[in-house]
């Protein structure tokens, strides 16, 4: 039996895991988390996963200005717009953020984040680098992991290996990825993607446990749980 087959046997049965997985009370209130990575790195996968094996996480879907590589799907993978539209929702302030790469616009929307904060769930979502720092000036609470591939050569086989891009375009992301990397820095956490199973589980550990600082649990000790040591021992 491998490895990854002994990891999963060890989780809870299917009929415990939703109970397992529940967002205790304790736990506060929902954060942002930025995920970055160098392209080709995978932090969109591994945020889809995250999100997928809990249900107090949700992923944030960019809007993009970008066609649709072959098999992504509009509203699945990417709000696929027109420049047109893009410029119109950033000038009414739809979005958090937005950033130009490759001569193509993002942008993550502000009402995708304010409702999965309305129903007191943390919110995912992978931007790069420049995304990041305006994201970190909106104000919202949010914990950064930089997400790095186990070697360069690891990147550069990843990149060719999806063959999506033509060399020049492959040429160009290992290019940017060596100039980003050297920010790692800006951020809270970083995730090195050697084993994907193992990644994500990583991933949902750093998201749990940040749930847990004390800065965070002021409120939950002080107005819910301390109560319950307010009684009178005398009448035990």
């Known amino acids: 039996m491998n490895k990854t087959t002994n990891e999963t ?61 072959p098999g992504e799907v509009d509203g699945v993978d990417y709000f696929f717009v027109t420049p047109s539209l893009f410029s119109d929702m950033k000038a009414k302030g739809e979005f958090l953020e937005t950033a130009e790469v490759y001569g193509n ?74 100039n980003e990397i050297t920010s790692y820095n800006e951020y809270d956490y970083l995730l090195i993607n050697r084993d994907f199973d193992r990644a994500s589980q990583d991933l949902l550990a750093i998201i749990r446990a940040e749930h847990y600082r004390k800065v965070g649990l002021q409120e939950f000790m002080e107005k819910t749980f301390l109560k319950g040591f307010a009684g009178d021992a005398s009448s035990l």
């Open 105 to 178: 616009h993002y942008g993550t929307a502000r009402n995708q984040i304010e409702r999965s904060f309305a129903q007191g769930k943390d919110v995912l979502v992978d931007i790069d680098i420049q995304g990041a720092r305006t994201m970190r000036q909106s104000g919202i609470p949010s914990l950064s992991v930089y997400i790095l591939p186990p070697s360069y050569e690891v990147l550069k086989d990843r990149l060719s290996g999806r063959a999506q891009d033509s060399p020049e375009t492959i040429k160009k992301r290992l290019d940017r990825a060596k």
């Open 9 to 69: 046997s060890a989780l809870p049965s299917q009929s415990s895991r939703l109970e397992w997985f529940s967002l205790p009370p304790e736990m506060g209130r929902p954060l942002l988390y930025i995920v970055s990575a160098p392209s080709g790195a995978g932090k969109t996968s591994l945020c889809r996963r995250v999100s997928s094996m809990v249900d107090w996480i949700t992923y944030s879907i960019s809007y993009t200005t970008r066609a649709p590589r």
